[in-house]
């Protein structure tokens, strides 16, 4: 992935916090001298095995825009990274995506069977809720639980899961019902896929790192209208980059969306206009950010390395 220069605010950023989460994710993910040693080796194995740490970033970087502490989000932070982390073991399994290659190594499943990947994969799920669940002081209970329960809706069948079910049934698989209102409208079906799939999740972690910090109203309307954009414009970008990018940038096999007849914004829009498409949500998202004035500058930074990022 392309670096922000660090003669920036974002490049100087980049260089800061991501140590930061990586140090606490290492203090928080149980080692393999601990049991079950092979499900806490493999879930280091994947939490550890690189990524963006985008996430943890939006959660923090969110609290910074309205005034909050890094401390106070930490453990949300390091939640919605293993909740990343769960769902793609869970997403490379054979009975999903089977992917063999993920982050430039093999996949969980690959190295330590199905069995143990799905296990470590429910283990993250477990441990992420656990985290949000010792939110230290000051936060509130109250916030707490509302921040646990905006997380719940963003993966579950209204989001995230919900997203792969639709994913799925693009595909056409034969095992899988048919629903009644598919196929639709192609354009229609692959905004909702990526809607819940990804931008959920993504607005979920900007509003949390809010909530957590005692945004007002006003600053938490502006942080979901660009966590939606933004979460929508980057999974467009990997869609792109899956149709036209290069495997040892990426991490990952290429093309295999096209390969399995996924509705991505390429296959519906091409290479161009999906472009395109993306670059027009992140200028939405930049202008949702105007109420925040300065303090907003860095997430809207961020929006746009997004946006140009090559891996």
Known sequence: MGRASSGTDLGAYLARRPPRVEAALDALVPREGVFPGIVHNAMRYSVFAGGKRLRPLLVIASAEAVGGAVEPVMPTACAVELIHTYSLIHDDLPSMDNSAIRRGRPTCHVVFGEAVAVLAGDALHALAFELLAQTPAPVSSVTVVRVILEIAQSIGTAGMVGGQVLDLLGERRPNLPTIPSWPREAG????????????????????????????????LEALSRYGQRTGLAFQIIDDVLDEVGEAARLGKEVQRDAIAAKLTYPAVHGVAES????????????????PLGERGRLLAELAQWLLHRDA
């Open 188 to 219: 229609a079906a692959v905004h909702d896929i990526h809607v819940r799939k990804t931008a959920a999740l993504i607005r979920a972690c900007v509003r949390a790192g809010a909530m957590l910090s005692g945004a007002s109203p006003e600053a």
């Open 275 to 290: 472009r395109a498409i993306a670059a027009a949500l992140t200028g939405e998202a930049v202008q949702a950010l105007d």
